[in-house]
């Protein structure tokens, strides 16, 4: 059989190590270019392959594809863009196929989480559909770390590793100054409808007392006396009381403690804040002092706190997806599959995208304590091995020396397309 190229596309929040699974496919690739011919990735995600923007990865030297596995971002850019249903959006894909068909692409590698795995599953169903040969392979990436069957997503490693040593760090800040000043302060976290980003904080305390002292799970009904019992008990008790909260913290009844009442890109809830909407919780019925802090894009961006773990994770994946699809395999996903827990151990699986796309991984309640504010000793046994080791990025004059590549773009050869 003829080699054909491969197309390679980010998709979704970016992580510290996305582009270490990028720097597996394309070397992995280089290596079999008896097989595969050029890797194009997708300028800005799957949308570069709709409007057929296509980035020539030749174009970059072996040196500059290893400077990815230490970049964070999106080397070549992402998107918040998710394909309709086949059904009543089928121009879509068929507009991919057209493109992949116009460059000889045979191979398609998919870098994302949830709804990414559900975008390569389709175009898998289409392709086959449409008699077109195609190996769809979908690279997982996730912090929210909510992706079925594999044992965990790269890119959650890090950002685990970001949150719990932030709370260790903003805890020792708060105790210090706590007899007069700030008693409670609120760490606001992602994790839309999984706590496991929330649950990595948990591993900043070693012992009876230390913080955080409360965790705020979305698998967990917020109560609000509850938890002000709990925050006013801990000043009380220690001084000071250190709390990480989910994005996702909802009520019983389901409703989002920060909803914003507005939608995004995939559909969902625009969530607006639950660390003030917490700390005018804290003002109003306890009146303690308090600080609080987000996150946001913070987390997911450190490669200079990068885990090794996760580093090491990202990268065999992408290497895995490219042997796979040399295998002859299709609509499938590489996991990571824990075969040890001391010392840690861990190899790659596959698992099939129907059992992947749409489902989501939450916490198992036994990772969290019986009064469902911190984790337990198996969840800390689950999470502890995923931030280990350092993993850090050269640095030049104080700063850390990241890759920014220039985009060669590949001559089009279809019509354009407004997606």
Known sequence: MAKQNAFYAQSGGVTAVINASACGVIETARQHGDEIGTVYAGRNGIIGALTEELIDTS?????????????????FG???????????????YER???????????????NGGNDSADTCLKVSQLADAMGYPLKAVHIPKTVDNDLPVTDNCPGFGSVAKYIAVSTQEA???????????????ILEVMGRHAGWIAAAGGLAGQKEGDAPHLIIFPEIPFDRATVMARVDDCVKKFGFCVMVVSEGARYADGTFLADAGTTDAFGHKQLGGVAPTLAGMIKQDLGHKFHWAVADYLQRSARH???ATDVEQAYAVGVAAVKLALE??????????RTQESPYAWEIGEACLSDI???EKMMPRDFITPDGFGISELGRQYLSPLIQGEDCPPYVNGLPQYIRLQHQLVAKKLPDFEP
Do not use: W
């Open 171 to 185: 805890a020792m800040d708060i105790e210090s100054m706590c007899a007069t000043s700030t008693k409670v302060f």
């Open 96 to 110: 991919l196929i057209e493109v992949f068909k116009a460059h000889d692409i045979g191979y398609f590698f998919y």
């Open 78 to 92: 992402s998107c918040r863009y998710k394909l309709k249903d086949i059904d009543s959006h089928r121009s879509q």
């Open 305 to 307: 706190l990068a885990s």
């Open 357 to 359: 796309a749409n489902v």
């Open 328 to 337: 002859g395999k299709n609509s499938v996903m590489p996991t990571i599959v």
């Open 59 to 75: 174009a970059l030297s072996d040196q500059q594809v290893q400077q990815l596995r230490h970049t964070p971002g999106g080397a």
